[in-house]
T-cell receptor
């Protein structure tokens, strides 16, 4: 059974700091891995999607890496800003008993001004 | 880009009543819609997968008769929480395979509070 774990569960950093969020998954047979942002009480915003054949994706100050063999992904946020404060979720797409997206519990990030 | 419109964004209902949540794909056809539930400080958990024109597939432990899913058209999927109870209070969100390179497109979510 695929399980997705995110560490840390919560993180508080001063503005301007670079930071890394970690995601691990137990079954390396994934189609892709996706990072999302969720603001309190709101839906999800897709940030980056990495296909299983890819190693990393970049968008602006965000960089996500994927090491499928070790079951790990990291989301790197450069020069953090207060507007980055949100919960960051990683999710993997698997095909066990049908296509499913399995989410981690998220990392709650707070960037202090 | 692909947009999934979800309504209502929040709803408060009395225990024992039913609540319908709608998800519409605005600029693409969604033959499949995934329905998730998220309890406070927990991850999103897949409840069921709806397919246009056929019966929904429910995850283990999700009551089919309580969470009615209808996917009658290529642009609309609905989730009805029947005879809602306080323990059904949660954040419900839908998702469809999108048209962009960012994979699945999510609705904005519905926060249900049953009193």
């Amino acid at each position: 059974k695929q399980e997705v774990t995110q560490i840390p569960a919560a993180l508080s950093v001063p503005e301007g700091e670079n930071l890394v969020l970690n995601c691990s998954f137990t079954d390396s047979a994934i189609y892709n891995l996706q990072w999302f942002r969720q603001d309190p009480g709101k839906g999800l915003t897709s940030l980056l999607l990495i296909q299983s054949s890819q190693r990393e994706q970049t968008s602006g100050r965000l960089n996500a890496s994927l090491d499928k063999s070790s079951g790990r992904s990291t989301l790197y946020i450069a020069a953090s800003q207060p507007g980055d404060s949100a919960t960051y979720l990683c999710a993997v797409l698997t095909n066990t008993g049908g296509f499913k997206t399995i989410f981690g519990a998220g990392t709650r990030l707070f960037v202090k001004a | 880009g692909a947009v999934v419109s979800q309504h209502p964004s929040w709803v408060i209902c009395k225990s024992g009543t039913s609540v319908k949540i709608e998800c519409r794909s605005l600029d693409f056809q969604a033959t499949t819609m995934f329905w998730y539930r998220q309890f406070p400080k927990q991850s999103l958990m897949l409840m069921a997968t709806s397919n246009e024109g056929s019966k929904a597939t429910y995850e283990q432990g999700v009551e089919k008769d309580k969470f009615l899913i209808n996917h009658a058209s290529l642009t609309l999927s609905t989730l009805t929480v029947t005879s809602a109870h306080p323990e059904d209070s949660s954040f419900y969100i839908c998702s469809a395979p999108g048209q962009s390179s960012l994979g699945y497109t999510f609705g904005s979510g519905t926060r249900l509070t049953v009193v």
